[in-house]
């Protein structure tokens, strides 16, 4: 509190620039002594993040099903509280945003959109361009030319209509470039809420929009110099040495540092939380640096981040560490003070001044997507893919609030002209988000009507499976089942081993193909003792190592890829045991996708043998005893087949129970005949083979059926094999449809995988492959406007 010269002091209270205000506690008593927590600053901070969150929250919940991402909501929910809408009552405006208010909400909103960009900076690898093709560079380089050539054109057109701190050859080029160029920022947490990170248009937009960045960072650059050299021309000068002392330092001295934390932490371990904290702390600094050279105060942390090695183990922590307070906190208050400027009652009256800004800004939006449309269909995109990229690369968020923000501090924008542009660049990613989902769909490729089965697949043939893996502790269990499953001279196995490994730290997913030496990835443990293990096995077992780093949301798209170019009939998935003890399955997302889109069969081994040496494969023991409950419909007739080639080899005994209602009750009459040939030929085939055996048993409803199963659990079986649920009898699964809480492994599945049922064998459940029809695809409107995620 400053004491000034009562003579001083009014002379400043009549020129209006003294405001007095009694100085509260930044806490009260309580409201039993009268006092109101809203005149508290505190307090007032609380309910102010509150409201917003419940009032984005709502607008999300409403706008769910036309698919718009969290930026809309956000900057919705920030419009709502301020002038535009809550805020124009002088009342609400009073309470809730007080003078004192404005200057914290500012402040904690700038730090927000500093955390932001560094967090996305450590999610960037800029390096990336260097093994980009031309495609993406070409695509990249028309989208961001030839909007930022056709806006310059307008803008000269209109300049004399324009108010006069717009026209000056500096504003006109920052205005021009934000128009031209994608943010990474902005894109990437878009596309992964659209769940296309691992889909083809995905990374292609995402490496797009890494080299459009590393234009408009040079864009950037020539507008802050050209800016701090309007009045004094050597301010330029010191602003470009500035910028090379300050970006020589972090990228050379900082990531230096960095690089020995990577070094000297062991491996598996966490990175020490003493440089995580300073890392986090250097985001503030180097703002603070940023902001006293004149270099902007939100590029410091940005280039910060970059700086920052992706991945684990430095990335994947700070990454971890922060995005939760940043989105659930800083993030509010940066969409908060963005609501607060913006005022759509300030635009009235000014028409005339904000039509040439208006046209400019549509032109370059408008001509960016039909520019980026040309160069994709040039490179052979279909229409339906180019349409989606040139609108996903269209899309605006918290990058372009920033700039807009910057320019108001620059003092080349009033409050109505950043309304219009904040409300146009909400437009254009509210109108493109849902257009997205509707003309892209990323399981569409998977809709295949070619049989990729193992029942259809010859059996003279070599037989193409996809092994899924998430680390060693899967491994022996996969080998063991691969060497039972009898692969042979006339029937070789050509196994694509996918490693499964969760994205963090970083944003682009990665595809590794192990095989193509260019890529220079030294191959994991995992991928080595398959290595082992096929040279164990001579010519018959031929195994392919891949490796996918991607979110677990979207990781089944890979799985997928895989198995539709390599033509498998076969996809085989780990079960996580927590699940046998009520924990929560790591990867039941990832599972059920599969099982959903997958375009050929799918099992999902259960393995509750004991873990073993990585090298080994089928134990010592002379026979193993497998089980097959055939229950009908297509997937237990997959389950039979499987087991059938199972039991070529001569270390396998086989017991099939098939299960038929009391009165054929329940029968689907195509189901029925379809089962009975394929048991007439199982049971042709193997009559006389002593190491199978088949039976039937008759049953009236699911409980006699699971009385059955559990009376054969006195037999020692190694491993249960199922069909998992399509085309079975309703009748006899009568009253167990609540029982089970997993459907991966389907009601008999899970029955026999549970605690309950005691059995130390190992389960694998098999859905054989679905041919979906063009009525399933994404072609209806209506069904792609759906309340899921």
């Known amino acids: 509190m400053v004491n000034l010269d009562p003579i001083d002091a009014a002379e400043l209270i009549k020129k209006g620039i003294v405001i007095c205000r009694i100085k509260d506690k930044n806490h009260p008593f309580g409201i039993f002594y009268g006092q109101n927590p809203l005149d508290y600053a505190f307090p007032l901070l609380l309910i102010e993040v509150s409201s917003f969150l419940i009032i984005s929250r709502f607008v999300h919940f409403l706008l769910k099903p036309l698919r718009q991402p969290k930026v809309v909501s956000g900057i919705l929910g920030g419009i709502i509280l301020g002038p535009s809408v809550l805020s124009r009552s002088g009342k609400f405006r009073a309470y809730m945003y007080p003078d004192n208010a404005d200057y914290v909400i500012r402040n ?79 894109l990437y947490p878009i596309v992964r809420e659209l769940n296309l990170l691992s889909s083809e248009i995905g990374r292609m937009a995402l490496s797009t929009a890494v080299v459009s960045d590393v234009i408009g960072m040079n864009g950037v650059l020539i507008f802050e110099a050209s ?31 960095m690089l020995w934390i990577v070094r000297t932490t062991p491996e598996g371990k966490q990175v020490d939380q003493i440089y995580v904290i300073a890392i986090l702390l250097g985001v503030m600094v180097i703002g603070f640096i940023a902001d006293m050279f004149g270099l902007a105060i939100a590029n410091g942390p940005l280039w910060l981040g970059l700086a920052v090695p992706d991945g684990p183990p430095l990335g994947a922590i700070l990454v971890e560490k922060s995005e939760t307070i940043l989105t659930n906190f800083l993030m509010p208050l940066s969409f908060i003070y963005v609501g607060m400027i913006t005022d759509v009652s300030s635009m009235s009256g000014h028409w005339s001044n904000l039509q040439p800004l208006f046209f400019m800004v549509l032109g370059g939006y408008s001509i960016k997507m039909i520019a980026t449309l040309a160069a994709s269909r040039f490179f052979d995109m279909s229409t339906r893919d180019s349409l989606t990229l040139s609108l996903i690369m269209s899309l605006r968020g918290e990058v372009e609030f920033i700039l807009f923000m910057h320019w108001m501090d620059f003092e080349m924008i009033d409050k109505p002209q950043f309304t219009v542009l904040v409300l146009m660049s909400v437009s254009v990613t509210a109108f493109a988000t849902p257009l997205i989902s509707i003309l892209y769909d990323p399981t569409r490729p998977y809709m295949v009507n070619t049989r990729r089965n193992i029942q259809h697949n010859p059996p003279n043939n070599e037989l193409n499976i996809v092994v899924c893996i998430h680390g060693e502790e899967n491994l022996s269990g996969f080998m063991k089942l691969l060497e039972v499953s009898n692969p042979s001279i006339n029937s070789p196995f050509s196994v694509y081993a996918l490693l499964l490994v969760e994205l963090i730290g970083r944003a682009n997913p990665v595809f590794i193909d192990h095989e193509n030496e260019e890529n220079g990835v030294e191959k994991s443990k995992v991928h080595n003792a398959l290595k082992i293990f096929q040279e164990t096995r001579g010519e018959y077992i031929k195994v392919h190592s891949y490796t996918t780093i991607a979110p677990k949301k979207s990781m089944y798209q890979d799985i997928c890829d895989l198995a539709l170019s390599k033509k498998t009939s076969l996809i085989i998935l780990p079960y996580n045991n927590n699940n046998l003890n009520g924990g929560k399955q790591r990867s039941k997302s990832m599972n059920s996708n599969v099982l959903e889109h997958a375009p050929c069969s799918v099992g999902i081994l259960l393995d509750k043998s004991p873990y073993q040496n990585l090298a080994c494969g089928v134990s010592a023991r002379s026979m193993h005893h497998f089980v097959v409950l055939f229950l009908g419909g297509s997937d237990a007739r997959e389950a039979v087949t499987y087991a059938d080639r199972m039991a070529s080899n001569p270390d396998i005994s086989l017991t099939v129970f098939r299960f038929l209602s009391c009165d054929n009750v329940g029968d689907n009459v195509m189901e029925k005949k379809l089962d009975d040939g394929l048991v007439t030929w199982f049971w042709v085939k193997n009559e006389g083979n002593s190491r199978i055996v088949y039976r039937e048993v008759v049953v009236r409803n699911g409980e006699e059926t699971i009385a059955a199963i559990q009376a054969m659990n006195n037999e020692c079986y190694d491993l249960w094999i199922v069909g998992r649920k399509n085309g079975i009898n309703p009748v006899l699964l009568e009253g167990l449809s609540n029982w089970s809480d997993n459907n991966e492994l389907g009601v008999i599945g899970d029955f026999v995988a549970s605690v309950d049922f005691g059995s130390r064998a190992s389960v694998l459940a098999v859905q054989q492959q679905i041919l979906r029809g063009q009525e399933n695809s994404s072609g209806s409107l209506l069904g792609r406007f759906c309340f899921s995620t």
């Open 227 to 257: 800016k701090q050299g309007e009045n004094r021309p050597i301010a330029a000068l010191w602003f470009m040495i500035s910028f090379i002392v300050v970006v020589s330092s972090v990228f050379i001295g900082v990531r230096q540092a």
């Open 108 to 186: 904690l909103g700038v730090i927000g959109f500093m955390y932001f960009l560094f967090i996305s900076g450590v999610k960037m690898d800029v390096m990336m361009v260097k093994k980009l093709g031309k495609k993406h560079w070409y695509i990249a380089l028309v989208g961001v030319l030839v909007p930022l050539s056709s806006s310059i054109a307008i803008a000269f057109l209109e300049r004399k209509s324009f108010d006069k701190r717009i026209s000056n050859l500096s504003s006109i080029w920052g205005i021009c470039s934000s128009l031209a160029i994608t943010a990474f920022p902005v």
